[in-house]
């Protein structure tokens, strides 16, 4: 079967908002919603709309992690689902894609969500596994350096200015959510591993608009969500984790692992831009579920002898 071609996603999106309206018949302003749905892939994938061919399962499960981190209500990731589910199943019936990568994604369930945890030595596992040899190695270490060592939003990683990473001074300036500005420490390590890439990055064939762009990939252009989270699946598996893991998970280790060293939750909130302290709180509840299983397994009381 010959697929039709992806090229310009304007038309695609008067397409799909015709069909909304003849086939399906919804209101205007469902019409509009299913639309701002298509918007918010849009910026998920990237400009090249036949970037949506290489959406699966997994990457569709990485966005709403990303939905859950912008503190978007779980009925509200429920209702984004839906137009996603439904902008898909248009593709198919379009003959755009062969496939729906949506059939088996579940909307998130109500209450709090405990993600996947990648332990210290787990992430040492798939930094090792890169191969340095490749034209992308340096850049991937900078980049597992960068995503967990200071808890960044997969978002924030791609749209890393140059001229907001202060080496010397061991910091950067990121732009997160509702485009507020926080400063985050980098570690010694991150530091070192982002001179080092920025010694390979100076020979690359930057394109016009490109250059502010911290991370680039070998055709002198910025990285998409996407990329990032290739990178990050291929290391799981590579290191053998069997973990359900996408970059955001970095971000849950990084706050996790600040928690269990003693860092104050008031730090933790400025560090990784939640604007309020509640969304923070969920990582004090993973402390004390982490704390509940070791008085299990330790406790003199629980021993057998």
């Known amino acids: 079967m010959t697929t039709r071609v992806l ?8 397409a799909y908002g015709a069909y909304l309206m003849l086939e399906k018949g919804l209101s205007d302003n469902t019409r509009e919603s299913y639309i701002d749905d298509v918007n918010k892939l849009k910026k998920y994938v990237g400009k090249e709309p036949e970037l949506l061919r290489d959406i699966t ?58 993600p996947e945890i990648l332990t210290v030595n787990e992430i040492d596992q798939m930094i090792s596994c890169i191969d340095m040899s490749a034209p992308e190695g340096q850049r991937n270490r900078a980049i ?57 990055r100076a020979d690359l064939d930057i394109k016009p608009g490109e250059e502010g762009y911290l991370f680039l990939n070998r055709r002198g252009r910025h990285l998409t969500r996407v990329m990032i989270f290739y990178i990050i699946k291929k290391l799981c598996e590579l290191a053998g984790i069997r973990k359900t893991i996408s970059p955001h998970s970095l971000r849950h280790s990084f706050a996790t692992h600040l928690l269990e060293g003693g860092a104050n939750l008031r730090a933790i909130q400025q560090m990784l831009g939640h604007e309020s ?28 002898g």
Request: aromatic content about 6%; charged content about 25%; overall charge negative.
């Open 277 to 304: 302290i509640a969304t923070t709180e969920i990582y004090l509840h993973m402390d004390r579920r982490l704390l509940r299983q070791e008085i299990l397994l330790h406790h003199p009381r629980n021993m057998r």
């Open 144 to 200: 597992m350096e960068t995503l967990y060592g200071c808890g960044l939003r997969v978002s924030e990683l791609v749209n890393l200015d140059m001229a907001h990473v202060f080496l010397d001074e061991q910091y950067i300036i990121v732009r997160g959510k509702g485009g507020k500005e926080r400063m985050v420490p980098m570690s010694e390590v991150a530091v070192s591993e982002i001179r080092l890439y920025l010694e390979e």
């Open 7 to 14: 090229t310009d996603w304007d038309k695609l999106t008067d």
């Open 57 to 114: 399962l997994d990457s569709l499960h990485n966005l709403v992690a990303e939905l859950h981190d912008l503190g978007i209500a779980p009925s509200s990731q429920a209702r984004i689902i839906s137009g996603l589910k439904s902008f898909f199943r248009f593709l198919i019936i379009e003959g755009y894609i062969e496939e729906n990568p949506t059939i088996l994604l579940e909307t998130p369930r109500m209450g709090r969500h405990l």
